[in-house]
């Protein structure tokens, strides 16, 4: 099975700030990798697919990156809604696997 | 507007069965691939199955496989989960969600969840 390591765990930072989160894949998963955020009591919702492509209605502060199997979702200027949960996603190969997630909260 | 509504799920004692369905409205079912995705309470997400839009072929993870069935109903536009054996590591909020066409097979809409208790 591929496994996404993902990190930080939680992070604490304030408005406007730049944040950073990554996933490492154990193996080459090309671009089959998205982000999503998850709020308090609600569904999942997709930000990123594709390593680098932003899904449909999402803000241009998200943005995706990727060096060769290190992924990288950045927040360009942290907004009060975006706290939550964010999760990394392989889909290069069954089983599927999601990294472990990281608290993003507000200071 | 897609919209995907989980029903069936419930409290249930360990070694029973129960079925999920997820009723598709709001886009053309019968295109697209299709998953269930849990989340145990107070953890992170984990991908269960998938399966193909024709539902010729079926995925699963190996915790759930021989255990778990899912299918679909084009005609009916649903998605199915049929767990049986379950196990207390079952329990947890299900999630019906479409995987999408263009863009490398991401789930890009998520029901609201159904929660799963299995408990004596």
């Known amino acids: 099975d591929i496994q996404m390591t993902q990190s930080p765990a939680s992070l604490s930072a304030s408005l406007e700030e730049i944040v950073t989160i990554t996933c490492q894949a154990s193996?080459?998963?090309?671009?089959?990798l998205a982000w999503y955020q998850q709020k308090p009591g609600k569904s999942p919702q997709l930000l990123i697919y594709?390593?680098?492509s932003l899904a449909d209605g999402v803000p241009s502060r998200f943005s995706g990156s990727r060096s060769g199997t290190q992924y990288s979702l950045k927040i360009s200027r942290l907004q009060v809604e975006d706290p939550g949960i964010y999760y990394c996603?392989?889909?290069?190969?069954?089983?599927?696997?999601f990294g472990a997630g990281t608290k993003l909260e507000l200071k | 507007e897609v919209q995907l509504v989980e029903s069936g799920g419930g409290l249930v004692q360990p070694g029973r069965s129960l079925k999920l369905s997820c009723a598709a409205s709001?886009?053309?079912?019968?295109?697209?691939?299709m998953a269930w995705v849990r989340q145990a309470p107070t953890k992170g997400l984990e991908w269960v199955a998938s399966?193909?839009?024709?539902?010729?072929?079926?995925y699963y993870r190996d915790s759930v496989k021989g255990r778990f069935t899912i299918s679909r109903d084009n005609a009916k536009s649903t998605l199915y989960l049929q767990m049986d054996s379950l196990r207390s590591e079952d329990t947890a909020t299900y999630y019906c969600?479409?995987?999408?066409?263009?863009?490398?097979?991401?789930?890009?809409?998520w029901g609201q969840g159904v929660m799963v208790t299995v408990s004596s």
């Open positions: 594709g390593a680098t």
């Open positions: 709001g886009f053309t079912f019968s295109n697209y691939y």
């Open positions: 399966i193909t839009n024709s539902g010729g072929s079926t």
């Open positions: 193996q080459d998963i090309g671009n089959w």
């Open positions: 969600t479409r995987e999408g066409n263009f863009n490398y097979g991401s789930p890009d809409y």
């Open positions: 996603l392989q889909g290069y190969s069954a089983p599927y696997t």
